[in-house]
């Protein structure tokens, strides 16, 4: 800063400096001299030249308005420059004395300060500081009607800048800056408007505001601004609507006045596209509204709207006319009235745009309209091809919306279903199933379980593998995609093939791993998908390996977590493995058929862990309870004519697993039975001895038989040894259960005997008398201590070198043996009979029966009368149950 002095006497000399003296010489003008001289005691003026910032903000503590005003307008220009010199400023400290200014009396220096702000607030330091300083009262007193326009232009601009921050907005709220910026909508300046609508647009983003804001009836001025002949303030005011047309007021204040009308105009003007995008957003909204979507249709305006979205050439338009029929479609009475507009053939139309964000909204627009049952059908014709065409984009937005559509077209809609099958979406939804995108994968499987449904397009997804692609979904961290994923397994795993596929691929872990989930459906739907894959003893058995029956366990007695599909879950897993669910619960019912494979372990407590047949077999006899085994599977292939034989025996269930079982019984039943003792008496090895004795047999028989038949046998024999060195030897071969040749002979001389008989009863006796004299014949109650069956069946434990003692090798047997034998030869013919558990090493075998005296009478029938099947001391005996008998004998 340089300094000149003057005097009025001409002469050097030294003068007495005050503050108030100095004129400062500003923005390039020089202040002329006065003409008089001044008084002797008043400073005389001086001249300052100032080319630092520093110093000018110095000036602004002047007390006088003069240079207060300069200062400003300095200051003002200094700004103006770039965002570098505001930061300057903001450093030398010039916000806080500026502040101070916005109060003051003169209203030029007022004026000058409000400028300023208007400039700086566009600095993110600066709108710190100020919040800070708590200015917003004194900005927003700038907004008073008896203010210059130019103050309302800076002050607004400043309240502009300073909306886009949460905390800036609250302050402006709280000190009612939202009314007088209402009112300058109405200013004949268009800056004004201009910032204050971009104000308003600010604060409207929070909801309070925008309460407050229809209470001020803005929503007619906003209208207004939509005729201004700026491009910019149209905008703004586009804008705010679509914020503040959220809430159901403002919808119905913008269609009292008419503001319908606007926004269709501004779409039927080609010059003022830009404003396009934005007519739509408020459009959307409004359509929300049943009364507005009608009266937009019966003024014509929603043709206008489809057809201006249909033959629109530009991407983001097409979007947001898209973006509006969602929007609108939730309300069922408008997808009504969209559906007698025909909006699926815009939608349609919409589909074959080459910009992805169009389809992604077409798509979403699809999902909702097809909760109307008119559009569902519509789209079987047309759309479906198009979604399927989107499932294979290779944008991922894409293909989750397509999906999301067709998972909505094909719900509870097999026509849909069948049509999306003959477009070949199969490959593309499996695909997908890998996505990275949960959404896709969820609508995906949604769409695969609504096609299963349906036994060729099942048959169909097996082919490309479904079981295989399933495994990430059940793996998935996401709820929505582990209960999809689960759902689909339960709609797909109906087959034999599907559930071993699914077992290969490694599926039943995650699988029972999500019946841990805290998500109700997730839990119930992988219930309902174990319940399906229990439908088979393998399958239950893998299942039981892994855990379920416990982890069912445990959800079921959870009063909040249990469903009726694990109750189910866990009902089929039993009812699927025997051998457990006798073990666990000591009760198998006439519905339960016992078949091939069959151990009875003994009672185990829940939580224990059954070990399979094939762990219990290769281990070495103990004193543990011996394991019983049902097994009528002979390894004996029988010749082509026995095949035909096995259909002259006239019974509907199977008698056994093959015919095979039926030609090994009747050869050895002609060559004649030693007495068990002379069975027991043959040298034995291994643990097949039984079916190693049985070949010995069959050689026996056959002597004289020729040379032919002797090689045939000899085959045999090759064959029936196959098992024991199974057993014995390498882990790469196949493990088959023992053999029981005397059980199978037991089969067949029961089908052939006592399933003849007509009379239920007689059929009992004779059963029943048949399994005493298997099991040592009739025992009195008297000498049931010298009944030494332990022996016996240590002896089987130790010829067999294993725990597992085959029921055919039993013949003297106890309560338990006898009523294990006679559950299962009952259900070999037929014979509706329980097996029951008891105490201490007792069974028994419960039958209903009609009771005779009943028969032929007219009206209801009394329930069946259950009786207990005498096995031991009067074999063929029907005690009555809960009589002094049947508990004896349950008892004894």
């Given at each position: ?147 210059e326009v130019v103050i309302h232009e800076f002050a607004s601009l ?620 009739k025992v009195s109650k008297e000498k049931l201590h010298d009944f ?105």
């Amino acid at each position: 800063m340089s300094w000149q002095q003057s005097s009025t006497s001409g002469k050097s000399s030294v003068p007495k400096w005050s503050y108030s003296s100095v004129v400062y010489q500003l923005m390039g003008k020089k202040i002329k001299k006065e003409a008089e001289p001044p008084p002797k005691d008043v400073f005389d003026p001086l001249t300052i030249e100032s080319k630092k910032a520093a110093t000018v903000v110095l000036m602004l503590n002047s007390p006088e308005e003069e240079i207060l005003a300069k200062a400003c307008e300095a200051i003002y220009r200094f700004a103006l420059k770039g965002e570098e010199n505001k930061a300057t400023l903001l450093e030398l400290g010039a916000v806080e004395p500026l502040t101070k200014l916005l109060t003051h009396e003169d209203k030029i220096v007022r004026r000058n300060a409000t400028m300023i702000f208007g400039i700086l607030a566009s600095n993110n330091d600066v709108k710190k500081l100020l919040r800070e300083l708590d200015v917003m009262s004194s900005v927003i007193a700038q907004l008073a009607p008896e203010e210059e326009v130019v103050i309302h232009e800076f002050a607004s601009l400043c309240l502009a800048n300073m909306s886009a921050e949460y905390t800036s907005k609250v302050q402006i709220f709280e000190h009612g800056g939202l009314e007088p910026l209402i009112r300058l909508l109405a200013s004949p300046d268009p800056d004004v408007k201009k910032n204050s609508i971009e104000c308003i647009y600010n604060l409207v983003q929070d909801f309070q505001c925008r309460a407050t804001v229809q209470e001020l009836n803005a929503v007619p001025p906003i209208l207004d601004l939509l005729k201004s002949e700026y491009p910019i303030i149209q905008l703004l005011a586009l804008k705010t609507l679509g914020v503040i047309t959220n809430d159901k007021e403002a919808r119905v204040m913008l269609r009292d006045n008419q503001g319908m009308d606007h926004l269709i105009k501004i779409l039927e003007t080609k010059e003022v596209n830009d404003l396009h995008i934005e007519a739509l957003s408020v459009i959307a909204n409004c359509l929300e509204d049943m009364d507005t979507l009608v009266l937009i249709q019966q003024t014509g305006g929603l043709k206008k709207l489809l057809s201006f979205a249909e033959n629109s050439t530009i991407p983001d338009i097409q979007k947001n006319a898209a973006k509006a029929i969602t929007k609108a479609a939730y309300d069922p009475e408008n997808r009504k009235l969209f559906h007698e507009q025909e909006v699926e053939k815009c939608l349609v139309a919409l589909l074959g745009s080459e910009n992805d964000g169009t389809k992604i909204a077409a798509s979403q627009a699809i999902s909702v309209m097809c909760e109307n049952s008119g559009s569902k059908d519509f789209f079987n014709n047309q759309g479906i091809p198009q979604l399927i065409q989107s499932l294979r984009s290779d944008n991922e937005e894409v293909r989750e919306a397509a999906a999301l559509a067709m998972a909505n077209l094909t719900t509870c809609n097999t026509a849909n279903a069948n049509a999306a099958a003959e477009a070949d979406a199969i490959d593309p939804l499996i695909s997908i199933l890998s996505s990275k995108r949960d959404g896709a994968i969820a609508s995906a499987a949604t769409v695969l379980a609504n096609m299963a449904m349906q036994e060729p397009l099942r048959v169909n997804m097996h082919n490309h593998d479904v079981m295989h692609a399933l495994i990430g979904p059940l793996r998935s961290s996401n709820t929505v995609v582990q209960s999809k994923a689960a759902l689909l397994v339960a709609a797909t795993a109906c087959d034999v093939e599907a559930r071993t596929e699914l077992r290969n691929s490694g599926g039943l872990g995650p699988l029972v791993e999500l019946l841990h989930s805290k998500n109700d459906e997730v839990r119930r739907h992988a219930s309902w998908a174990v319940m399906v894959c229990a439908n088979d003893e393998l399958m239950a058995v893998e299942l039981c390996k892994l855990g379920a029956l416990e982890i069912l366990e445990e959800v079921n007695l959870s009063v909040s977590r249990k469903n009726k599909f694990s109750e189910a879950a866990y009902n089929k897993l039993l009812n699927n493995y025997l051998s457990l669910k006798y073990s666990l619960t000591g009760y198998l019912s006439s519905s339960n058929i016992i078949g091939d494979g069959f151990y009875d372990y003994g009672r185990i407590n829940p939580g224990t862990k059954l070990l399979p047949l094939k762990d219990l077999c290769l281990q070495e006899p103990s004193d543990l309870r011996a394991v019983l085994l049902v097994n009528s599977k002979s390894d004996i292939s029988p010749p082509p004519s026995m095949e035909d034989k096995s259909s002259d025996i006239g019974y509907g269930r199977s008698i056994s697993s093959s015919s095979s079982l039926r030609r090994a019984s009747k050869e050895k039943a002609n060559a004649g039975f030693g007495s068990p003792t002379e069975d027991r008496s043959e040298p034995t090895s291994g643990r097949n001895t039984a079916l190693s004795k049985f070949a010995i047999k069959e050689k026996g028989s056959r002597k004289g038989r020729g040379k032919k038949e002797e090689e045939k046998v000899k085959e045999e024999e090759e064959v029936a040894a196959v098992p024991k060195l199974i057993g014995e030897g390498s882990p790469d071969k196949e493990w088959y259960p023992p053999s029981d040749p005397d059980f199978c002979v037991y089969v067949y001389e029961v089908t052939k005997s006592i399933f003849p008989i007509t009379n239920i009863k007689e059929q009992i006796e004779a059963l029943a008398k048949y399994v005493a004299e298997k099991m040592g014949g009739k025992v009195s109650k008297e000498k049931l201590h010298d009944f030494s069956w332990e022996l016996h069946i240590s002896e089987l434990k130790f010829q067999l070198k294993s725990n597992v003692v085959p029921i055919g090798l039993i013949k003297q047997g106890i309560f338990y043996h006898r009523a294990l034998l006679f559950k299962a030869l009952a259900d070999k013919i037929g014979i509706g009979c329980s097996l029951v558990r008891g105490e201490y090493g007792r069974a028994w075998n419960e039958i209903k029966l009609m009771n005779e005296t009943r028969k032929g009478l007219i009206g209801a029938l009394p329930p069946p009368e259950v009786y207990i099947v005498d096995l031991m001391f009067h074999p063929g005996g029907l005690m009555k149950l809960k009589s002094k008998e049947a508990d004896l004998y349950r008892y004894l």
